[in-house]
């Protein structure tokens, strides 16, 4: 008699798109995720997608919904959001067109916009998930100053002669070397990705200190 083939249940895969508010010219990301992961995950991807050095605060937020990481300190009243650890993404992501703000570092508050675009079933492991598939230029400095601030960065190393443009210089060349706002890459971000979002993120202070 033959044995009944167990048939598994394939991921499904969302494709996100990802756009850092108030900056011109465009900072955008385009990744695909399985909805099975938490927003706590799809949080550490975006910080790796994006740029960003997972060093501040951040919040999900759609309407009355908030979706955030509770603070040890008790800041957040429990009844006031959702825990982005317990929270899966296909709760958030139900249909294409949905989307979700996301808030990263709440002094300079870089505000973001995430849309699911899309969705399929990848039915052979054709690639590794997450992935990025498309993107453009560099995200901001940390502690820049916001988007007003980045827009007066950016104004001032474009110009060698400008006043601030050594100060300015000295303080990327510590954290940001050879920094240029229109540089991205998709090779470099998905060999990060490979590693894994989590344990890049938990070597960045190593890398950065």
Same mark, same amino acid.
């Given at each position: 008699m /033959?044995? &009944?083939? +167990?048939?598994l249940?394939?991921?499904?895969?969302?494709?996100?798109? %990802?756009?850092? @508010?108030?900056?011109?010219?465009r900072v955008w990301?385009r990744?695909?995720?399985?909805?099975s992961i938490?927003?706590?995950?799809?949080?550490?991807?975006?910080q790796?997608?994006m740029?960003?050095m997972h060093?501040?605060?951040?919040l999900f937020?759609s309407?009355?919904?908030?979706?955030t990481?509770?603070?040890p300190?008790?800041?957040w009243?429990?009844?006031?959001?959702?825990? /982005?650890r &317990?929270t +899966?993404v296909?709760?958030?992501f139900v249909?294409?067109?949905?989307? %979700?703000?996301y @808030?990263y570092d709440f002094?300079?508050?870089w505000r973001?916009v995430?849309r699911f675009?899309r969705e399929?079933?990848?039915k052979?492991?054709?690639?590794?998930?997450?992935?990025?598939i498309?993107?453009?230029n560099?995200?901001?400095p940390e502690?820049?100053?916001g988007p007003?601030?980045f827009?007066?960065?950016?104004s001032?190393?474009?110009?060698?002669k400008s006043?601030?443009?050594?100060?300015m210089?000295l303080w990327?060349?510590?954290?940001?070397?050879n920094y240029?706002?229109?540089?991205?890459?998709?090779?470099?971000?998905?060999?990060i990705?490979?590693?894994?979002?989590?344990?890049y993120l938990?070597?960045?202070?190593?890398?950065y200190r």
């Amino acid at each position: 008699m /033959a044995k &009944k083939v +167990r048939k598994l249940k394939l991921p499904r895969i969302l494709e996100l798109y %990802i756009e850092l @508010e108030h900056t011109e010219p465009r900072v955008w990301r385009r990744v695909l995720v399985e909805d099975s992961i938490t927003m706590y995950e799809l949080h550490e991807i975006i910080q790796v997608v994006m740029g960003w050095m997972h060093s501040h605060l951040f919040l999900f937020q759609s309407k009355d919904l908030v979706i955030t990481e509770p603070s040890p300190d008790g800041d957040w009243p429990r009844e006031e959001f959702e825990d /982005a650890r &317990k929270t +899966r993404v296909a709760s958030v992501f139900v249909s294409p067109g949905d989307s %979700i703000g996301y @808030e990263y570092d709440f002094g300079d508050s870089w505000r973001h916009v995430v849309r699911f675009e899309r969705e399929f079933v990848q039915k052979e492991h054709l690639f590794k998930i997450p992935r990025c598939i498309g993107g453009a230029n560099a995200c901001p400095p940390e502690d820049c100053g916001g988007p007003l601030g980045f827009a007066d960065l950016k104004s001032i190393i474009a110009k060698p002669k400008s006043k601030n443009f050594r100060e300015m210089s000295l303080w990327l060349e510590r954290y940001y070397p050879n920094y240029d706002p229109t540089e991205f890459s998709l090779g470099t971000v998905n060999k990060i990705l490979k590693i894994g979002a989590t344990k890049y993120l938990e070597l960045m202070p190593l890398l950065y200190r």
